[in-house]
C-alpha cells in the first residue's frame, strides 16, 4: 500500500515541472527580439520620437525668417518731402499785359453840348462843345445822329483849351439824314478819357 500512494505523487510532480517549463518558454516568447533585431517596445517610441523631433523642427524660426523680421521693422521708406538741399532758380511769372495808356481803363469825363441845330445855309448839322476837367491834344470828338436803325456821324479831333479840351464845329450833311426828328449827341474819347453828352433832339426838314 505505501508503494501505491508514492506514484500519484511523483507523477504531479512531473506535470507541474512540465506546466512550469512551458511557462518559461512563453515568457521568453514574449520578451525576445523579433527577427529584425528590434522589439515592440521600441517600436512603438519612435514614431513618437519622430513626430516631436518634425514639431520642433517645424515651430523653430530659420535664420532666413529671423533676417526678414529685422529688415521688416528697421526698413523705412524715404521720406519725399525732404528734398535734396539744392535749390531751384524759378523765373518770376510773367506780367500781365497793360489794357490802354497806364495800364488802367480811361476814366469817365463830362462832355457838354454848347450849340447844335440844324443849319440851312450849311445844308447840314452842326453841333459843338467842350470836355470838362481834360486839357489834352489825343482826343477825338464825335457827332452822332441816330433815328431808328439809321445812324450818321461826323469825327474831329479835339483841341486843348486852358482848362478843358474843346470839341468844334462838327457837321453831318442834310443828304445823309431822312426828314424828322434825331437823336443827337457828342462824344469824346482817349487814351485815357471817354465820355458822352446828353441826349438832344434836332429837327431835319
Keep these: 500500500m505505501s508503494a501505491r500512494r508514492v506514484r500519484p505523487a511523483h507523477r504531479?510532480?512531473?506535470?507541474?515541472?512540465?506546466?512550469?517549463?512551458?511557462?518559461?518558454?512563453?515568457?521568453?516568447?514574449?520578451?525576445?527580439?523579433?527577427a529584425d533585431g528590434s522589439g515592440a517596445a521600441a517600436t512603438t517610441s519612435?514614431?513618437?520620437?519622430?513626430?516631436?523631433?518634425?514639431?520642433?523642427?517645424?515651430?523653430?524660426?530659420?535664420?532666413?525668417?529671423?533676417?526678414?523680421?529685422?529688415?521688416?521693422?528697421?526698413?523705412?521708406?524715404?521720406?519725399?518731402?525732404?528734398?535734396?538741399?539744392?535749390?531751384?532758380?524759378?523765373?518770376?511769372?510773367?506780367?500781365?499785359?497793360?489794357?490802354?495808356?497806364?495800364?488802367?481803363?480811361?476814366?469817365?469825363?463830362?462832355?457838354?453840348?454848347?450849340?447844335?441845330?440844324?443849319?440851312?445855309?450849311?445844308?447840314?448839322?452842326v453841333a459843338g462843345g467842350v470836355v470838362l476837367g481834360v486839357v489834352e491834344d489825343t482826343g477825338t470828338c464825335s457827332l452822332v445822329l441816330t433815328r431808328g436803325g439809321q445812324r450818321a456821324t461826323a469825327s474831329a479831333s479835339a483841341a486843348p483849351d486852358v482848362s478843358s479840351t474843346a470839341c468844334g464845329d462838327l457837321r453831318v450833311d442834310r443828304a445823309q439824314l431822312a426828314p424828322g426828328s434825331w437823336d443827337l449827341v457828342l462824344t469824346y474819347s482817349s487814351p485815357t478819357s471817354t465820355g458822352t453828352s446828353p441826349v438832344q433832339e434836332v429837327e431835319i426838314p
Design 12 to 34: 504531479l510532480a512531473a506535470v507541474l515541472g512540465a506546466c512550469a517549463v512551458a511557462l518559461t518558454a512563453c515568457s521568453s516568447d514574449e520578451l525576445s527580439p523579433t
Design 46 to 125: 519612435t514614431p513618437h520620437s519622430a513626430t516631436t523631433s518634425a514639431g520642433a523642427s517645424a515651430g523653430a524660426p530659420t535664420a532666413g525668417t529671423a533676417a526678414g523680421g529685422t529688415a521688416g521693422v528697421t526698413g523705412q521708406a524715404p521720406d519725399p518731402s525732404a528734398g535734396d538741399g539744392v535749390d531751384v532758380a524759378t523765373d518770376p511769372p510773367a506780367p500781365a499785359p497793360n489794357s490802354g495808356s497806364g495800364g488802367s481803363a480811361p476814366r469817365a469825363v463830362d462832355v457838354t453840348v454848347t450849340y447844335s441845330g440844324y443849319d440851312a445855309s450849311a445844308s447840314a448839322v
